[in-house]
Each structure stands twice: as structure tokens, then as C-alpha cells.
């Protein structure tokens, strides 16, 4: 069974950039994987997600937050730009579970498994 972990997190001012790892060992890295983040006291939120040749982002993220996949590193990331204060939280990453790949499905914690611990990321002054 594949296991995640994430890295990269950290403290950034605001308008800076941070790159998240997703690692996978133990088995080649899905290509159906999300992005979620959590802050205390709030459900966990979907931030990005990528499958087949689908590349999907909550809007407050589009046009700063870019997902892809290292093949060589078998792993996801997440490159975030333009940080926002807003965008502080732990970010986990995790494998799409099965069943049908879609715009609601992909957004939907409940779909994925594997979830890493997740890494910490604060922005601010």
C-alpha cells in the first residue's frame, strides 16, 4: 500500500512562495491525487487536485497555486504563490479513492485515502 508524506511547508511572508512535496513510497505515485488544507476548528478544504489531464483549484487559489507531478521524485507538488494569510493551514495530500472522476467527486474529502500527516503553512508578518 502506497504511503504519502508531505514536506515544504513553513513560515513565508505574505507575497512569497513555497513549493509542498507529496511523496509516495512503497508503490509508483497515483496520477488521480488532491490538495487539501485545515485550519483549527474548520473542516478540511479542498485546494487542488489532478487527474488524467485534469487540473482543478478552489477558486481562491487559480492563478497562484500550480499542482503537478515528478515522475522521478514519485511525488506530487504544489507550487503556491502570491501567499495569502488566508492561505495559512496544515496541507495534506492524498490519493483519489476510486469510483467516478469529477468535478464534484474530486473535490470531496470523503473520495480519497492515503493521506499524509500533513506540513504546516504560515503566512504571515
Known amino acids: 500500500q502506497v504511503q504519502l508524506e508531505e514536506s515544504g511547508g513553513g513560515l513565508v511572508q505574505p507575497g512569497g512562495s513555497l513549493r509542498l512535496s507529496c511523496s509516495a513510497s512503497g508503490r509508483t505515485i497515483s496520477t488521480y491525487m488532491a490538495w487539501f488544507r485545515q485550519t483549527p476548528g474548520k473542516e478540511r478544504e479542498f485546494v487542488a487536485a489532478?487527474?488524467?489531464?485534469?487540473?482543478d483549484y478552489v477558486d481562491s487559489v487559480k492563478g497562484r497555486f500550480a499542482v503537478s507531478i515528478d515522475i522521478r521524485r514519485n511525488a506530487m507538488l504544489l507550487q503556491m504563490n502570491s501567499l495569502k494569510p488566508e492561505d495559512t493551514g496544515v496541507y495534506y495530500c492524498a490519493n483519489f479513492g476510486g469510483g467516478y472522476w469529477n468535478s464534484v467527486s474530486r473535490r470531496r474529502p470523503g473520495q480519497y485515502v492515503n493521506w499524509g500527516q500533513g506540513t504546516q503553512v504560515t503566512v504571515s508578518t
Open positions: 489532478m487527474g488524467g489531464d485534469t487540473t
